[in-house]
T-cell receptor, first 117, second 113 residues
């Protein structure tokens, strides 16, 4: 069964360093998302991406964050200068296109646990 | 902004018993997702409900979206240890395929053998 994959599973970095989190969405999906979950808190939306551009972003997704689809399979989240409060589990999700007003299930990857020291 | 409230926050049930988890939205739901999460792991998609009155089942798990589309319930029949985990409800914020999901705080389910 197709699934969303993410690498690495765990990333430890020093405050101020740049990190890139990688995701491979399900192959025929066209909509991509990043969410994060700080330990003990709700899963929060960061950004959605379609047709090589951002569809929507939350207030969390400030100038320190960027997303990219560098090739036909990968979808990346970059944090330019990490802060302690960026420590969280980051989830990538994808959904297939739809032809009308219906929307589709979002399938999540296993997550990358980011620890900023 | 839309808020989702889940109840109960945690639940311990004897193996074999039935249970129900509720999710109430502060606004009308365009669609309601149910996911299961094991601690520290990813979200496993269970089902999505769109229409008021809609009911879906996945193995021994059944979810229903109420007619007024502001509440959903998840019912597990004859619970098993494999059902243990955190159940999250999520609301689609629009009809677009790119609509984000707003999540509830989750219900932590433990199964007592």
């Amino acid at each position: 069964e197709p699934e969303v994959t993410q690498t690495p599973s765990h990333q430890v970095t020093q405050m101020g360093q740049e990190v890139i989190l990688r995701c491979v969405p399900i192959s025929n999906h066209l909509y991509f998302y990043w969410y994060r979950q700080i330990l003990g808190q709700k899963v929060e939306f960061l950004v959605s991406f379609y047709n090589n551009e951002i569809s929507e972003k939350s207030e969390i997704f400030d100038d320190q964050f960027s997303v990219e689809r560098p090739d036909g399979s990968n979808f990346t989240l970059k944090i330019r200068s990490t802060k302690l409060e960026d420590s969280a589990m980051y989830f990538c999700a994808s959904s297939r296109s739809s032809g009308g007003l219906t929307y589709n299930e979002q399938f999540f990857g296993p997550g990358t646990r980011l620890t900023v020291l | 902004s839309q808020e989702l409230e889940q109840s109960p926050q945690s639940l311990i049930v004897q193996e074999g018993k039935n249970l129900t988890i509720n999710c109430t939205s502060s606004k009308t739901l365009y669609g309601l997702y149910w996911y299961k999460q094991k601690y520290g792991e990813g979200l496993i998609f269970l089902m999505m409900l769109q229409k008021g009155g809609e009911e879906k089942s996945h193995e021994k798990i059944t979810a229903k979206l109420d007619e007024k589309k502001q509440q959903s319930s998840l019912h597990i029949t004859a619970s098993q240890p494999s059902h243990a985990g955190i159940y999250l409800c999520g609301a689609a914020t629009g009809y677009s395929s790119a609509s984000k999901i707003i999540f509830g705080s989750g219900t932590r389910l433990s199964i007592r053998p």
